[in-house]
């Protein structure tokens, strides 16, 4: 401002000898010599202007670098975050996931920490006695008599019993049931099962239509317990076991 005001001084200053002048030779000199100051100054502050402006937009750039810098690692942060729950949570489910048939034999450091044992000897995982209860209970307040007749087995006794199933009773999440009602009643209670049992976490492990993948037949009453999760969509896509774990 001081500077501006200076300038402006010398202009007047310069104006005032200018109009006094009798000489033309002197007021061509002083108005060469105001132009000259003129153009300088405009020059000057032109110069300046295109340096600020140069700068201001080496900061905006150099702050948009920063956020982006910032937005990309706080977005790796959260998709690493994300992977990592996403590996906790797979981890948590490989119990209820477990996959025994003929190509995938029981992993060697499966193992079952407690067991609810239930009537006539049978016993499961404890982790799926309360879904099995809740889902036996509702079948019976829905008119269905459904009672198991096999349950976990331990491998060694899975080798010795004439069972198409018998390696998935290993896991100790599968059970096979019937009816209280008798054979003839059977089929009526699997139809309940079949439209219920995934409410519960529990599927129908080999359905008919899937011997070409399970590689079991005759075993349409055998139940696995795969969570509820699991069980909805294997529900809602037709897919067995097999099936769910190849796109899982």
């Known amino acids: 401002m001081g500077e501006r005001k200076g300038f402006l001084d010398w202009i007047k200053y ?13 007021k061509f000199i002083w108005i060469a010599a105001i132009v000259i100051s ?6 000057s502050a032109g110069t300046i202007s295109a340096k600020e402006r140069k700068e201001k937009k080496a900061q905006i750039e150099l702050e948009e670098k920063q956020k982006a810098e910032e937005a990309a690692a706080a977005l790796a942060s959260l998709n690493d975050a994300k992977e990592k729950e996403k590996a906790r949570i797979a981890k948590e489910k490989e119990w209820m996931l477990v996959l025994v048939n003929a190509n ?6 499966f193992r079952i920490d407690e ?16 879904d099995l209860q809740k889902m036996f209970d509702d079948a019976r307040e829905a008119g269905q008599s459904p009672s198991i007749t096999a349950s976990y087995m331990s491998p060694e006794d899975a080798k010795n019993v004439e ?8 896991t100790g999440l599968a059970i096979d049931i019937t009816s209280s009602e008798g054979e003839e009643d059977v089929e009526n209670m699997m139809k309940w099962f079949d439209e219920n049992a995934a409410k519960y976490g529990f599927v ?9 993948v399970t590689g079991v037949k005759n075993a349409k009453t ?9 069980a909805a969509v294997m529900k809602q896509n037709g897919q067995c076991l097999e099936e769910y774990m190849e796109s899982y």
């Open 204 to 212: 129908i492990r080999y359905p008919d239509d899937k011997y070409s």
């Open 104 to 109: 995938h034999t029981l992993p060697s450091d």
């Open 163 to 170: 069972l198409p199933c018998a390696l998935d009773h290993t």
């Open 38 to 43: 003129l153009l300088t100054v405009g020059i």
């Open 14 to 26: 310069k104006w005032k000898v200018l109009s006094i002048s009798d000489g033309h030779y002197f």
């Open 222 to 230: 055998h139940l696995r317990y795969v969570g509820k999760e699991a």
């Open 115 to 130: 067991f609810t044992e239930l009537v006539n000897d049978h016993k499961v995982d404890k982790r799926i006695y309360p």
